[in-house]
């Protein structure tokens, strides 16, 4: 009987046993995890430009790749990428749209921000914090790319370098190129 | 599996719209949470429920609040968590409830920004219905066992008593020493001698 007790127990516990220790060992970082907007339309939004300039909504931008980077100034990794978007913008500013999202900071320090480090792209005021909650921003910096047609095709987490903000690139324009054949 | 997962939360919506409707208020005109509905609007349509005010929509925005995982904490929830993220979703969830979105709906926008992980309760689709099911599936069965247990234990007692060699796991020397002895006081075979070897008698064991 006791042996009886402990197979059958040990085959409740072990599968039990096994999940607990695949999720110790695993333990994902959901900003790392797939965003489930990837492949599918890109949320709209209508925000204000830092240092005025009428309120830019995504559906204006419509026709055109976007790369959208949610950032802050109080974010240091966001300071190592902004040199990166500045050469992407000034490169491809004529066939991507380059836009800041600013996360959860106030304007003036933006700005201080943008004269101090230089900016080519606009940069918008996301207030009430719904633009990132829209996108499924879990902290910055992060970045959309947005194709053509308004599909968000690639997102970047964590600061980028010239490989990742090509890579982005790439595969928007590459959208871009196959919808048009 | 993906459209079982959208037909269950197709079935978990239209549940929740047929629930009863909170007490009638006035819509709120408020401009920002029109602005603000924007992109709720497009995702989720028109509002499954009546606009809610007052102390409802304060206890309903803590319920869903509740519900909703702060994509920014450790484990907290949006009612929870003081963090800013978490204080703007609040804000989110209190309009959405006051234009009359139901909490289904109000989960289901967050859903689509940050997948399922932003539910605290997984909700019964998929494979999660196994996570639900499992405590009940292991009550049903350990109470099933211990039934069975029970019920031939009792069976096994009243059917021992005429018999009472059969009692008690054999092979124990000392036990049996005992059981000897008592058997040997009570039913006058063998000798409390031989307690030391005991005997065997055939049929004894079964």
Known sequence: ?181 | MRKTAALALGLALSAAAAAPAQEPSPAPSWPAAELAAGDARRVLGDPAGMPVSGSVLDARTDEVAALLRCPVCQGLSVADSPSTMAQNMKKQVRDLLAQGYDGQQVLAYYERSYGEFVRLQPPLRGINWLLWLAPAIALAGGGLVFARMTRKRGAAGSAAAPAPAAAGPPGDPVLERYRERVRALAYGEGEPGRAEKPAVTPGERR
């Open chain 1, 1 to 181: 009987v006791n042996r009886k007790v402990l197979l059958v127990g040990l085959a409740a516990v072990l599968p039990l046993v096994g999940v607990l220790l695949a999720n110790i060992r695993h333990n994902p970082d959901p900003s790392l995890k797939r965003s489930p907007l990837v492949g599918r339309a890109a949320p709209a939004f209508t925000l204000p430009q830092v240092g005025g300039g009428p309120p830019l909504s995504l559906a204006s931008l419509h026709g055109r790749p976007v790369v959208m980077n949610f950032w802050a100034t109080w974010c240091v990794p966001c300071y190592q990428e902004h040199g990166v978007l500045l050469r992407g913008a000034r490169q491809h500013g004529g066939s991507v749209q380059f836009l800041g999202i600013v996360y959860e900071d106030e304007e003036q320090r933006v700005r201080e921000f943008l004269a101090q480090e230089g900016g080519a792209y606009p940069s918008l005021m996301d207030a009430s914090g719904r633009t990132a909650i829209a996108y499924g921003v879990y902290g910055v910096p992060e970045t959309y790319f947005i194709d053509a047609q308004g599909r968000i095709a690639h997102k970047h987490v964590g600061p980028l370098d010239d490989a990742a903000l090509d890579d982005g690139l790439r595969r928007i324009t590459a959208a871009a190129a196959a919808e048009e054949r």
